[in-house]
């Protein structure tokens, strides 16, 4: 897939502010400060289109961006952090899975983890979440330079064993050296495709 277009849409945090459009949507959830917006500003090679923060607990709407014309990224708040208030960490969850279980042009997610961190009971919670509604899920893994090729094995090992995924079903990324950035753009045109043909 090549990114040609990117178009930041609008803020939502119910339905019926989201775009009328009815487009294909990838999701991107992650833990705060996991790298999400980092991740896709890399995909969209745009340097700040999605803003990130050094401070977890930034992005408290869910934001919506139209790429090529054809296909909406969905920026959704991040979780887990402990700091943000209890008011606004409560409106967090409803908002996120009223998205997820509502939204009809939804195609799949990408749940975000920092490959130095074992998934918590969030991260399980929403993969069980998505299987259970058989929405397809890929798992990237940010942060990847910051290891070395060995230690990127081992912790890839160990967050499969801790998802019950195969080791194809996730995807080693680092927004520094770029890595991961075709795999993921190529697993998401992939499900383009079988959306296409299934409807």
Known sequence: ????????????VKPDQYPAYDVAEIAFAGRSNVGKSSLINTLI?????VKTSSKPGCTQLINFFLVNG???FVDLPGYGYAKVSKKIRATWQPMVETYLADRANLLGLVLIIDVRRDPGHEESALADWL???RVPYLVV???????????????????????????????????????GR???LEQITSLMEWYDQKG
Not at 1 to 12: R, T
């Open 1 to 12: 897939m090549k990114i040609l277009d990117v178009q930041f849409v609008k803020s939502a």
């Open 45 to 49: 090679q745009r340097k700040d289109m």
């Open 70 to 72: 054809n296909l909406s």
């Open 131 to 133: 299987e259970s509604h």
């Open 141 to 179: 893994l940010t942060k990847a330079d910051k290891l070395s090729k060995t230690q990127q094995q081992k912790r890839v090992a160990a967050i499969c064993s801790r998802l019950n995924r195969d080791r194809n079903e996730v995807i080693l990324f680092s927004a520094k050296t770029r890595l």
């Open 182 to 184: 075709e795999t993921v």
